[in-house]
């Protein structure tokens, strides 16, 4: 280990070690557990955090999401997150619930097997987790529908799974309707990555983003805004559309 630091320290310093040297505008970057006691590490002293640019990383849901969803992680759990992001601390990390996420997946229902999620979840994500996550099960909110439904399926059947998800009135809720855009945003554009966007796609998106009472204002902005800039070529067409345009300069 000492060899490798020693290594190290002469290639941040110098940008050589013996008769090695790193190319011209390369950079290295190292990641490390923080040194808290939480962690088995070999402690830097001052002369060496002298030699390079320290950044502490810190949780963001969102940029999560958006891996999870390329990584196709099940997305009962990415709702899950998305609503929970408090629960993501030192000790339960992305890596971990990452891991309970994938040992799951692949049950269909998981109310008809909460004592095995439970069990799995207690052994990588500890007892809070994965109670939350149960609570989460119990109250349905795993059955939201899917941004590739939502897409797809038939136009009145979603509007009305999307009007049974977010509620109406005084029962109306925001955080559902906040990770539904979320997740219909960051569907599209990894579907456009490697896909033709359908005419269909675009005529769904135009209707959620124009007539749709899942979606507040500001969420219809938010979809279009993200969608638009995240692939300008393939999503051109929606400000092709009046109505879009016009929702889109309130």
Same mark, same amino acid.
């Given at each position: 280990m000492h060899r490798f630091m020693q290594a190290t320290m002469e290639i941040l310093d110098r940008q050589e070690y013996v008769s090695w040297k790193l190319p011209k505008n390369w950079h290295v970057i190292l990641t490390?557990?923080?040194?808290?006691?939480?962690?088995?590490?070999?402690?830097?002293?001052?002369a060496q955090k002298?030699?390079?640019? %320290? !950044?502490?990383?810190?949780?963001?849901? =969102?940029?999560?999401?958006?891996? &999870?969803? $390329?990584?196709?992680?099940d997305g009962r759990c990415i709702n899950f997150m998305l609503m929970n992001p408090e629960l993501v601390t030192q000790r339960v990390n992305p890596r971990s619930i990452t891991t309970f996420f994938n040992a799951i997946s692949s049950i269909p229902k998981f109310e008809e097997s909460l004592p095995l999620i439970q069990m799995i979840g207690e052994g990588s994500v500890?007892?809070?987790?994965?109670?939350?996550?149960?609570?989460?099960?119990n109250n349905k909110l795993d059955k939201i529908i899917s941004p590739e439904d939502t897409l797809t399926k038939d136009e009145q059947y979603v509007m009305n799974a999307l009007t049974n998800a977010v509620g109406k009135d005084d029962d109306f809720r925001a955080?559902?309707? %906040? !990770?539904?855009?979320?997740?219909?945003? =960051?569907?599209?554009?990894?579907? &456009?990555? $490697?896909?033709?966007v359908p005419a269909a796609m675009i005529q769904r998106l135009i209707k959620l983003s124009t007539d749709c009472l899942a979606f507040t204002d500001d969420l219809r902005y938010y979809i279009i805004k993200e969608i638009v800039n995240g692939n300008k070529v393939k999503f051109a067409q929606l400000m092709m559309n009046k109505d879009v345009v016009k929702m889109a300069v309130k």
């Open positions: 490390t557990n923080p040194d808290n006691g939480d962690y088995n590490v070999t402690s830097l002293d001052v002298t030699r390079f640019v %320290s !950044v502490e990383l810190k949780y963001d849901v =969102n940029v999560w999401a958006k891996w &999870a969803e $390329t990584a196709s992680i500890g007892v809070d987790f994965s109670s939350m996550f149960t609570m989460f099960i955080d559902i309707s %906040s !990770v539904i855009a979320t997740r219909l945003i =960051n569907y599209s554009l990894v579907f &456009a990555d $490697t896909k033709p």
